[in-house]
């Protein structure tokens, strides 16, 4: 498989056909040991142009290779499952399955580099050419391509054990072929720039980053990106450690994620698909026969609520946690979820810090397929437009089970991926009442054939049943004979009518709608327009411009019905087709009235993200906001914990209000927005979010012509590409956005825009820009009196002339910001400033001062709990310390700074541990 395919026996090759032939082996062979579906085949084999008869063809084929099978002495080796055809042969005889398990032993955690090297050796030894050769068709390119992405992470964890060990022997060889084969891989790059500083070849290092840095904007019109740019000034400072990995290691300690939904209460029915669910639980060994599960069906015929439950029966068959995401397929503005969005989110429930997290997107996919390639899990993908949608959240685990929802049938993940499909039906007419009977209680007993027509009126269908018997239970005085009545008589919305489902659903939600009070439908009619999937108490007292005790009671009373159901505490979300039907009925209300209402959520949104920023940065420039409108209420936030809190809770709603924004031509909110979110943004690292938040926000900005709102937002733009390692146009775009704070006069702005270009300049080399921009950074602020900004300028001054050798200025500049930032009480500030002195007063000699200073630091990072930034200190403190052949005193701060990144599941764990060995 890992070159031509071909079968050796016994030591000599055995003949099994022509092309086609090996064709159908070879998708027999991917999954072996599991049973592949005869259209899944035909797919693999065949792809989209089936012969005629393909059918026949395949169980020729099939019979011919299990005869030259047998022949070379493995009987048995093709049977015929229910599932499909099944290749059974022990799985480390195929040589892709057997590369992977050598590869994920040689990945487990407790085993040390010496003992990785051979089993990497031995898996890298399968490799006899190009994967599949001469294997045509789209699934065939597809797996070729993971494989040859699996090839070249293995030849980096190879050379970078070996490193580990000291041996550069054949690391540069293999690196070098790997470079030419991967001109633009800047993981290959950085691993053979190491392993030339290894060796002392430290020119040739130089020279194959200036190589690499032509080609990239040759090819791609992009610089190298931040890791890459980071090793090439440590390899000019001659601080390149060659046993430091380039690529983020897998955290240290092993959080167990825990994301599923809440479990459905009192669950009836589905008892078959529960068993077809059951039966791909894994063995005792955490084999699993079938990797991904698709539930299928119509909106409300309850996929996701079958999906929850039976996640939280099998969770105790997979010990390492589970992970769910919402993909919003069908969701309101008809957006799904990114999938680079969910794999951010799912490598931070992993334990990934967002600030250590790999900035492209192949590399986080890399990352997030490593993370769980020897763990037991269970994601639970739900509502999945299609199976494009899928594919980049796959583990490709075999001991990770992905369950998948959706309303279209994902046949291609079915026929290319194995996927083993569960289509959901309408329930039984016993299973529906049932359904009734259980949440109803006892009034059901007293009525038998109303509760049989109430299932009936429902069409059967989860979702209007659902709906129906929570209100049922709000009208204690009622008989079921009465309400059956009033259900027969709702009638469903002539434009919503698509069917006799949804007809059913429309009719118990029209009834069960026209029994709210005054104020719920209006919450419902208003709630149903917003953008986002929630929304909060508060910002629901906003959007309906009334008093908190009263919302409560109308949020109390849709979710009684089931018409909103709670998301976490205090926040509220609604299904699909409730969002529909709502949106149709609004349409009772007058035009400006459902504008002014989106108008005070987003002044609520507004005001309360300025007020989390403002805690979060208290020395951040404001902006001129309009005042918000009466009825608003922001949120309160005490501290900076509430402040994170408000902020992770809203993020994914305040990003799809700036679209939403940016869309309707409400401009002024979309770049506000955008601005309020900076802060947040930056310190979480979620950087891809920020750029796409910024461009939405610079679009609005263009199109009104608001030269403010452009000014923030290309700063901000070009920051986040500073940190993506984007480079290209951040000189450009931070250049354009000082001019433009110059047309209204902003000097701060300007000063601002002049420290990032700063920044930028260091990450290209460029020391005499660097100095050049922060010394007009610092000219700016202090002509405009912002203290707080001569500060920053100051230690950013400090710290560049510190890389620089120029350590007495760096000294001086560091002493002069420290004197500022203890007149603001920026304690934040200030520790950076003592780290930054602390980092010059070492390099100069003074490693007594150094020492003074970084225990300053780790003081004020202690005060208010900046965790990653106390590690980072001690790491300064514990070299310092190695410089005064201090070695115990190193040891124990180098311990005390691994206890806390193990404690954040942080990657420069690994790069503390090689200090410790």
Same mark, same amino acid.
């Given at each position: 498989?890992?070159?031509?395919?071909?079968?050796?026996?016994?030591?000599?090759?055995?003949?099994?056909?022509?092309?086609?032939?090996?064709?159908?082996?070879?998708?027999?062979?991917?999954?072996?040991?599991?049973?592949?579906?005869?259209?899944?085949?035909?797919?693999?084999?065949?792809?989209?142009?089936?012969?005629?008869?393909?059918?026949?063809?395949?169980?020729?084929?099939?019979?011919?290779?299990?005869?030259?099978?047998?022949?070379?002495?493995?009987?048995?080796?093709?049977?015929?499952?229910?599932?499909?055809?099944?290749?059974?042969?022990?799985?480390?005889?195929?040589?892709?399955?057997?590369?992977?398990?050598?590869?994920?032993?040689?990945?487990?955690?407790?085993?040390?580099?010496?003992?990785?090297?051979?089993?990497?050796?031995?898996?890298?030894?399968?490799?006899?050419?190009?994967?599949?050769?001469?294997?045509?068709?789209?699934?065939?390119?597809?797996?070729?391509?993971?494989?040859?992405?699996?090839?070249?992470?293995?030849?980096?964890?190879?050379?970078?054990?070996?490193?580990?060990?000291?041996?550069?022997?054949?690391?540069?060889?293999?690196?070098?072929?790997?470079?030419?084969?991967?001109?633009?891989?800047?993981?290959?790059?950085?691993?053979?720039?190491?392993?030339?500083?290894?060796?002392?070849?430290?020119?040739?290092?130089?020279?194959?980053?200036?190589?690499?840095?032509?080609?990239?904007?040759?090819?791609?019109?992009?610089?190298?990106?931040?890791?890459?740019?980071?090793?090439?000034?440590?390899?000019?400072?001659?601080?390149?450690?060659?046993?430091?990995?380039?690529?983020?290691?897998?955290?240290?300690?092993?959080?167990?994620?825990?994301?599923?939904?809440?479990?459905?209460?009192?669950?009836?029915?589905?008892?078959?698909?529960?068993?077809?669910?059951?039966?791909?639980?894994?063995?005792?060994?955490?084999?699993?026969?079938?990797?991904?599960?698709?539930?299928?069906?119509?909106?409300?015929?309850?996929?996701?609520?079958?999906?929850?439950?039976?996640?939280?029966?099998?969770?105790?068959?997979?010990?390492?946690?589970?992970?769910?995401?919402?993909?919003?397929?069908?969701?309101?503005?008809?957006?799904?979820?990114?999938?680079?969005?969910?794999?951010?989110?799912?490598?931070?429930?992993?334990?990934?810090?967002?600030?250590?997290?790999?900035?492209?997107?192949?590399?986080?996919?890399?990352?997030?397929?490593?993370?769980?390639?020897?763990?037991?899990?269970?994601?639970?993908?739900?509502?999945?437009?299609?199976?494009?949608?899928?594919?980049?959240?796959?583990?490709?685990?075999?001991?990770?089970?992905?369950?998948?929802?959706?309303?279209?049938?994902?046949?291609?993940?079915?026929?290319?991926?194995?996927?083993?499909?569960?289509?959901?039906?309408?329930?039984?007419?016993?299973?529906?009442?049932?359904?009734?009977?259980?949440?109803?209680? !006892?009034?059901? $007993?007293? /009525?038998?054939? =109303? &509760? +049989?027509?109430?299932?009936?009126?429902?069409?059967? @269908?989860?979702?209007? %049943?659902?709906?129906?018997?929570?209100?049922?239970?709000?009208?204690?005085?009622?008989?079921?004979?009465?309400?059956?009545?009033?259900?027969?008589?709702?009638?469903?919305?002539?434009?919503?009518?698509?069917?006799?489902?949804?007809?059913?659903?429309?009719?118990?939600?029209?009834?069960?709608?026209?029994?709210?009070?005054?104020?719920?439908?209006?919450?419902?009619?208003?709630?149903?327009?917003?953008?986002?999937?929630?929304?909060?108490?508060?910002?629901?007292?906003?959007?309906?411009?009334?008093?908190?005790?009263?919302?409560?009671?109308?949020?109390?009373?849709?979710?009684?019905?089931?018409?909103?159901?709670?998301?976490?505490?205090?926040?509220?979300?609604?299904?699909?087709?409730? !969002?529909?039907? $709502?949106? /149709?009925?609004? =349409? &009772? +209300?007058?035009?400006?009235?459902?504008?002014?209402? @989106?108008?005070?959520? %987003?002044?609520?949104?507004?005001?309360?993200?300025?007020?989390?920023?403002?805690?979060?940065?208290?020395?951040?420039?404001?902006?001129?906001?309009?005042?918000?409108?009466?009825?608003?209420?922001?949120?309160?936030?005490?501290?900076?914990?509430?402040?994170?809190?408000?902020?992770?809770?809203?993020?994914?709603?305040?990003?799809?209000?700036?679209?939403?924004?940016?869309?309707?031509?409400?401009?002024?909110?979309?770049?506000?927005?955008?601005?309020?979110?900076?802060?947040?943004?930056?310190?979480?690292?979620?950087?891809?979010?920020?750029?796409?938040?910024?461009?939405?926000?610079?679009?609005?900005?263009?199109?009104?012509?608001?030269?403010?709102?452009?000014?923030?937002?290309?700063?901000?733009?070009?920051?986040?590409?500073?940190?993506?390692?984007?480079?290209?146009?951040?000189?450009?775009?931070? @250049?354009?956005?000082?001019?433009?704070?110059?047309?209204?006069?902003?000097?701060?702005?300007?000063?601002?825009?002049?420290?990032?270009?700063?920044?930028?300049?260091?990450?290209?080399?460029?020391?005499?820009?660097?100095?050049?921009?922060?010394?007009?950074?610092?000219?700016?602020?202090?002509?405009?009196?912002?203290?707080?900004?001569?500060?920053?300028?100051?230690?950013?001054?400090?710290?560049?002339?510190?890389?620089?050798?120029?350590?007495?200025?760096?000294?001086?500049?560091?002493?002069?910001?420290?004197?500022?930032?203890?007149?603001?009480?920026?304690?934040?500030?200030?520790?950076?400033?003592?780290?930054?002195?602390?980092?010059?007063?070492?390099?100069?000699?003074?490693?007594?001062?150094?020492?003074?200073?970084?225990?300053?630091?780790?003081?004020?990072?202690?005060?208010?709990?900046?965790?990653?930034?106390?590690?980072?200190?001690?790491?300064?403190?514990?070299?310092?310390?190695?410089?005064?052949?201090?070695?115990?005193?190193?040891?124990?701060?180098?311990?005390?700074?691994?206890?806390?990144?193990?404690?954040?599941?942080?990657?420069?764990?690994?790069?503390?541990?090689?200090?410790?060995?």
């Amino acid at each position: 498989m890992l070159g031509p395919i071909e079968v050796w026996a016994s030591g000599r090759p055995v003949d099994v056909g022509a092309a086609r032939q090996r064709a159908v082996l070879a998708a027999l062979a991917v999954d072996v040991g599991r049973p592949v579906r005869p259209e899944s085949l035909l797919d693999r084999v065949w792809g989209e142009r089936l012969p005629q008869r393909a059918q026949h063809s395949l169980h020729v084929y099939i019979s011919r290779i299990r005869q030259a099978l047998e022949k070379s002495g493995a009987s048995g080796a093709v049977v015929r499952r229910s599932g499909g055809y099944l290749l059974n042969v022990p799985t480390e005889a195929v040589d892709c399955r057997h590369f992977r398990s050598l590869v994920r032993r040689a990945s487990q955690r407790d085993v040390d580099p010496a003992e990785r090297i051979p089993l990497l050796n031995q898996a890298l030894a399968l490799w006899h050419g190009e994967p599949l050769a001469g294997l045509p068709g789209d699934w065939a390119a597809r797996e070729r391509q993971a494989w040859q992405r699996q090839r070249i992470d293995a030849t980096l964890h190879w050379a970078a054990a070996k490193l580990l060990v000291g041996d550069v022997t054949d690391v540069i060889e293999s690196l070098s072929c790997l470079a030419e084969e991967q001109p633009l891989d800047e993981r290959v790059a950085a691993q053979l720039i190491r392993a030339l500083a290894a060796s002392g070849r430290r020119a040739q290092a130089l020279s194959h980053f200036t190589a690499v840095r032509r080609k990239l904007a040759e090819e791609l019109g992009t610089d190298p990106g931040a890791e890459l740019g980071q090793l090439h000034r440590a390899l000019l400072r001659g601080e390149v450690d060659a046993a430091e990995p380039v690529t983020p290691p897998v955290p240290a300690a092993r959080p167990v994620p825990a994301e599923l939904p809440m479990d459905i209460r009192a669950f009836t029915g589905r008892q078959a698909e529960l068993a077809v669910l059951d039966e791909v639980l894994p063995a005792e060994d955490g084999r699993l026969t079938v990797p991904i599960q698709v539930v299928t069906g119509a909106a409300g015929i309850g996929k996701t609520a079958l999906a929850v439950h039976w996640a939280h029966r099998a969770a105790p068959h997979f010990p390492d946690g589970a992970l769910y995401v919402d993909l919003e397929g069908f969701g309101p503005d008809g957006v799904p979820r990114a999938a680079d969005h969910v794999v951010r989110d799912f490598l931070v429930a992993l334990g990934v810090d967002g600030r250590s997290m790999p900035a492209d997107h192949p590399a986080q996919a890399a990352l997030y397929r490593g993370l769980l390639a020897d763990r037991r899990m269970l994601v639970l993908l739900d509502n999945a437009r299609d199976a494009g949608h899928v594919r980049p959240l796959l583990p490709g685990a075999e001991s990770c089970l992905v369950l998948v929802t959706s309303r279209n049938p994902l046949t291609s993940l079915v026929a290319a991926e194995g996927a083993q499909p569960l289509p959901l039906g309408l329930l039984s007419a016993v299973e529906a009442g049932n359904l009734l009977r259980g949440r109803i209680g !006892r009034r059901a $007993a007293a /009525e038998p054939g =109303a &509760v +049989d027509q109430l299932a009936d009126l429902c069409g059967r @269908l989860p979702l209007a %049943l659902t709906v129906v018997a929570a209100r049922v239970l709000t009208l204690p005085r009622l008989t079921l004979g009465a309400l059956v009545a009033e259900l027969r008589g709702a009638k469903p919305l002539d434009a919503l009518d698509g069917g006799d489902e949804v007809s059913n659903v429309r009719s118990a939600l029209s009834w069960s709608y026209s029994l709210l009070s005054a104020g719920s439908r209006r919450l419902l009619r208003q709630a149903a327009a917003l953008p986002g999937t929630e929304f909060s108490v508060l910002a629901a007292v906003s959007l309906t411009a009334s008093d908190e005790r009263s919302v409560r009671r109308w949020l109390a009373e849709l979710t009684d019905t089931q018409l909103l159901f709670t998301s976490a505490l205090d926040r509220f979300s609604m299904h699909d087709l409730v !969002r529909t039907f $709502a949106v /149709e009925v609004a =349409a &009772v +209300d007058p035009e400006p009235e459902r504008t002014e209402a @989106l108008l005070r959520w %987003l002044d609520h949104q507004l005001h309360s993200a300025y007020a989390a920023a403002t805690v979060l940065h208290p020395h951040w420039d404001s902006i001129d906001m309009a005042h918000h409108r009466a009825g608003v209420v922001p949120a309160f936030l005490a501290c900076y914990d509430d402040a994170m809190a408000w902020f992770a809770a809203e993020r994914q709603v305040l990003t799809a209000a700036v679209r939403r924004c940016a869309d309707l031509g409400l401009n002024t909110y979309a770049w506000q927005l955008a601005w309020a979110m900076t802060i947040y943004l930056d310190r979480q690292g979620y950087w891809h979010d920020q750029v796409s938040v910024q461009a939405d926000g610079l679009r609005a900005a263009i199109r009104s012509d608001d030269t403010v709102g452009q000014a923030h937002t290309h700063r901000t733009l070009a920051r986040a590409h500073t940190r993506l390692g984007w480079l290209a146009d951040v000189e450009e775009r931070l @250049l354009l956005s000082a001019d433009l704070f110059g047309t209204f006069g902003d000097l701060p702005g300007q000063a601002h825009a002049h420290l990032d270009l700063a920044e930028a300049a260091d990450r290209q080399g460029r020391a005499a820009d660097v100095e050049d921009h922060t010394q007009r950074a610092l000219t700016l602020y202090r002509e405009a009196g912002h203290r707080y900004g001569q500060a920053m300028s100051l230690n950013a001054m400090g710290w560049y002339r510190a890389q620089r050798g120029e350590h007495e200025a760096a000294i001086e500049a560091c002493r002069e910001a420290l004197t500022l930032l203890q007149q603001f009480g920026d304690r934040h500030g200030e520790a950076a400033t003592w780290d930054s002195l602390g980092y010059a007063q070492h390099r100069h000699g003074d490693v007594d001062a150094a020492i003074v200073s970084y225990r300053h630091a780790i003081s004020l990072y202690r005060q208010f709990g900046d965790r990653y930034y106390e590690a980072d200190t001690l790491r300064h403190l514990a070299e310092a310390f190695a410089a005064a052949d201090d070695r115990l005193s190193a040891r124990q701060h180098w311990r005390a700074a691994l206890r806390i990144l193990e404690d954040l599941d942080h990657p420069d764990a690994d790069q503390v541990r090689a200090q410790l060995t």
